[in-house]
């Protein structure tokens, strides 16, 4: 039990930070699998398409700080290569 009410205040917000901080992990990490899992299955079509999404859930994850701006920088640049490879020396994702 705290002492006193702000530390029960710090307590609840410490609470709802957390849950926050787990829906953006969780959330990065199921679109990091889904895209991951096409590249391997070599399906250029769904991973050009999932792409977009997943940069945009990578980026969303770093304002929120559950990811540090320089490891979203690496899974995007890696995830972008791995994409564009697979859509050939042509066909390059946007």
């Given amino acids: 039990m705290a ?6 205040k710090a307590t609840r917000q410490a609470e709802r930070r957390r ?27 769904e991973a050009s398409a999932l792409l977009r999404p997943t940069l945009a859930v990578i980026d969303h994850s770093v304002t929120h700080g559950a990811v540090h701006r ?16 697979l859509a050939g020396p042509r066909g390059r994702a946007r």
């Avoid at 787990?22 to 399906?43: S, W």
């Avoid at 690496?74 to 791995?82: A, D, F, M, P, Y």
């Fill in 3 to 8: 002492n006193h009410p702000s530390a029960d």
């Fill in 19 to 45: 849950l926050v901080n787990r829906r953006n992990a969780t959330r990065l990490r199921t679109e990091m699998k889904r895209l991951r899992k096409a590249i391997a299955a070599g399906n250029a079509e």
């Fill in 70 to 85: 320089n490891a979203a920088a690496r899974h995007k640049s890696r995830l972008t290569r791995h994409v564009n490879k």
